[in-house]
């Protein structure tokens, strides 16, 4: 899980800021966006692993932690240029960025749903444009 995650997430950080993600960093640490800054108390742990518009880039890792949890489900990625997120075909979606940011299942749904890919098959993902050009 680890590799897929330094695999993709760096694709997301070394492109916008030639930034390398490594082992023992979370996505969290390259927040940029103030999503949280209203929140008080101690922030849920799932948290390190949301980092605001790098949906894309979290996806797989998403893929396999919820096929870790729950094996016995048909996990699939379903996608579009909006967001990118996990779903097990039925009722059930595991979406850590929406759920921090407060945005509805019902939501994050219809902004993913335009691709489905196979069950348990990886989003291909590129690395991101640098800062300076979006």
């Known amino acids: 899980m680890n590799a897929v995650l ?6 997301f950080t070394f492109g916008r800021w ?5 082992l023992g960093q979370f ?10 800054d209203d929140h008080v108390g101690r922030e849920p742990r799932y948290w390190r692993y949301v980092k605001h518009s790098a949906c ?7 893929l396999r932690l ?4 729950a094996p016995d489900r048909p996990w699939r990625i379903v996608t579009s240029d909006s967001h990118s997120t996990v779903w097990d075909g039925k ?11 407060g945005i509805t299942a019902d939501d994050c749904f219809a902004l993913a749903n335009g691709k489905h890919l196979p069950p348990g098959k ?5 690395f991101t444009m640098h800062y300076s050009k979006t």
């Open 56 to 62: 894309h880039w979290l996806v797989n890792f998403n």
């Open 6 to 11: 330094i695999r993709d997430f760096n694709k």
């Open 91 to 101: 009722e059930t979606m595991f979406e850590f960025n929406f759920l921090a940011l």
């Open 66 to 69: 919820a096929q870790i949890i």
């Open 18 to 22: 030639r930034k390398p993600f490594t």
């Open 122 to 126: 990886e989003l291909k993902v590129y």
């Open 27 to 36: 996505p969290r640490h390259f927040e940029s966006c103030g999503w949280s």
